[in-house]
């Protein structure tokens, strides 16, 4: 009885192995899940843009500049003239956090008087900038430290005044249901395209499209449909849970934004085309999609500043659709996001489209012939 035990199971597993396909998702897909998980699951700030409006002339604010701009954490520190400069760049995006010297700074810290710094800080990325504000709170307060002891005229060490832009009470919903709203058309796009063709093929349904007239391209405009009509759907109700249920204020274009999300749905569904198409059963594509899932999540900044992962995983983060379609959607809610920066992060997506589409076609050809 024992023999017999061993000689099923050794044969399960053998069967199990054989498959090229089974083999990669059983030992490829998890290492890269944890290379991915272990660098972009993060809470630690890195490669931080600052922006610096230094009004005053005085000894200490430029030594409070000399010692952010060499913190660990910092990337670039870039020198302004006015805060409508500063201004302009944070809306781009271009810089995270911003400091204001005022132009009586030095003389208040040289006179023991308060003398405050303004930090601006860009609400649509409040949990990396709120990390970045305690780093440059603890620079403070080490240089007054160091100071207090060694400066007789170092009275009291500078105190900072925040600003929260375009998110002001730093309202953690505003951040978390839009990217819901994104995130949740994504899954359901994503599990209508990835078992459609798989399914086909396991009930014995994807031999009558070898009989019948249709083109490779017209099966695979079919099967994008429905998600399309899902993921838009779900999208526009979760959009309108935002700002009815949550009373999340909306700034920007509903026309611009759902207009861009139909080219997010596209390129979703292209992915879960191209895992559907490779697969042989509902089983293998059900665990392709959740598999590809939360690579895409992770590497997207839904959950963790994209900013903090290293510079190799943010070009791979390119290629996430849902790493393009949050900067639409956080920027049409807290901004008015203007159509040059929608189109920005649309043709991103339109390529991805165009890649999966192509591939996930050709693999259907091949399997029609």
């Known amino acids: ?35 991915v998980f272990g660098f972009a699951a993060t809470l630690e700030v890195r490669h931080v843009d600052l922006a610096i409006v230094n009004d005053d002339a005085g000894r200490w604010s430029r030594e409070m500049i000399s010692r952010v701009s060499a913190a660990s954490f910092v990337g670039r520190v870039i020198q302004l003239d006015s805060m409508e400069e500063f201004g302009a760049r944070l809306e781009r995006r271009e810089v995270l956090l911003g400091l204001h010297f005022p132009a009586d700074f030095s003389r208040d810290v040289t006179a023991g008087t308060p003398a405050n ?27 007054g430290l160091e100071q207090a002891g060694a400066d007789p005229l170092f009275v009291t060490p500078p105190r900072a005044e925040v600003r929260h832009w375009f998110n002001p009470n730093l309202n953690y919903r505003w951040f978390m249901v839009p990217n819901l709203a994104a995130t949740l058309s994504m899954v359901i796009a994503l599990m209508i395209t990835g078992s459609s063709i798989s399914r086909e093929r396991e ?33 526009i109700l979760v959009v309108g849970v935002a700002i ?12 611009l934004m759902f207009a861009a999300m139909f080219p997010f749905i596209l390129s ?27 690579p895409i999540i992770m590497i997207s900044g839904f959950a963790t500043p994209f900013e903090n992962m290293p510079q190799w995983l943010q070009y791979i983060g390119q290629a996430s659709p849902l790493k393009h379609f949050l900067l639409i959607i956080q920027g049409s809610f807290l901004k008015s996001m203007p159509a040059v920066d929608v189109w920005s992060n649309v043709w991103p997506l339109l390529i991805i489209a165009a890649v999966t589409f192509t591939t996930a076609t050709l693999f259907v050809q091949r399997r029609l012939q």
């Open 203 to 235: 009930l014995g349904t994807f031999d009558q499209l070898l009989v019948s007239p249709s083109t490779p391209l017209e099966i695979i405009v079919s099967k994008t449909i429905p998600a399309l009509l899902g993921g838009g759907i779900v999208g």
């Open 117 to 143: 710094v303004q930090v601006v800080i860009d609400g649509r990325r409040a949990n990396a900038g709120q990390v970045a504000f305690s780093y440059m709170t603890a620079i403070a307060a080490e240089l």
């Open 1 to 35: 009885m024992l023999d017999r035990l061993l000689a099923s199971i050794l044969k399960e597993i053998l069967v199990f192995l054989r498959d090229p396909r089974v083999r990669g998702m059983l030992f490829g897909l998890p290492v890269m899940q944890v290379l």
């Open 268 to 294: 979703v569904s292209g992915v879960g085309l191209l895992i559907s198409s490779l697969a042989n059963t509902q089983q293998q594509s059900m665990l392709g999609t959740f598999l590809v899932l939360s």
């Open 244 to 255: 009815f249920a949550f009373d999340i204020p909306f700034y920007g274009s509903f026309a």
